[in-house]
């Protein structure tokens, strides 16, 4: 992890807690426990996020050397955090657990919580995906559009050596999450007195989960398990976890 991608990643968490500060004062919580929290949610999110990374490699990695089993055999690489890199769906877990966690030790909501913070997670990722851009990662299949991105030949996976431009994936994904960011604001104030706590999180994680499904079609550097992209799985499967709760919550259970 170089210095400027360090910087980001302070500057995404940085941003995400002042913004969850607000949303807390706003929904008439304690701003002061959204600092208490970030630590907690940043450290599991990070170890997550790690873990999905040593057990769920991508392409990239693997012809690096660096496989599952290439981790549980020098154990100290899992410490390296500059070899490698992190996997969402391991953050989204982490990061979770974290929440409940500390909702069940401090007596607070967990709903509640995550509600506040579901706006300021996105805006963390939005600053945080900066960092592929700088890295020459999270890019997608080969094209000739006009808004392609140049990767240079030590950053192409391999057998793409000879070509040069790409689908920029992390910007498609930096729009969609922006897009997603718009709208739990509008939901949040459009909606204030018809929304259960918990819809916000839970519509954060069915709009994400459903944009991380259509990119992993594009996406050449993924992680594969018996050839099966375990990422597009994961998403696909959060997808309908969440989105149908939330269906349940307003189609069905006002009416048990």
């Avoid at 509600?115 to 960092?131: F, N, W």
Wanted: hydrophobic share 50%; aromatic share 18%; net charge neutral.
């Amino acid at each position: 992890m170089n210095e400027s991608n360090g910087i980001l990643i302070a500057l995404g968490i940085a941003c995400g807690a002042l913004l969850s500060a607000y949303q807390a004062k706003r929904f008439n919580h304690d701003p002061e426990i959204i600092y208490y929290l970030f630590l907690p949610l940043t450290i599991w999110g990070l170890i997550g996020a790690r873990l999905w990374h040593i057990f769920t490699p991508p392409l990239s990695s693997v012809q690096l050397g660096l496989t599952t089993g290439h981790y549980l055999s020098h154990p100290l690489d899992a410490f390296a955090l500059w070899l490698g890199g992190f996997g969402i769906p391991g953050a989204i877990l982490g990061g979770t657990l974290a929440l409940y966690l500390f909702s069940r030790k401090y007596g607070q909501s967990f709903w509640s919580l995550a509600d506040i913070l579901a706006p300021g997670l996105v805006l963390a990722q939005i600053i945080g995906r900066l960092t592929n851009y700088f890295n020459q990662e999270l890019y997608g299949l080969p094209t000739n559009l006009t808004w392609a991105i140049s990767i240079d030949s030590a950053y192409r996976l391999s057998g793409y050596e000879s070509i040069e431009f790409y689908h920029p994936l992390f910007a498609y994904e930096m729009i969609l999450n922006s897009i997603n960011f718009i709208l739990l604001f509008w939901l949040g104030r459009k909606f204030s007195s018809k929304l259960n706590a918990g819809d916000l999180f839970l519509f954060y994680l069915t709009f994400y989960s459903l944009t991380r499904f259509g990119l992993e079609f594009l996406r050449l550097d993924s992680s594969l398990i018996n050839g099966i992209n375990i990422n597009q799985v994961f998403f696909i499967l959060l997808f309908i976890l969440t989105g149908g709760f939330l269906l349940w919550r307003h189609r069905f259970a006002q009416n048990l």
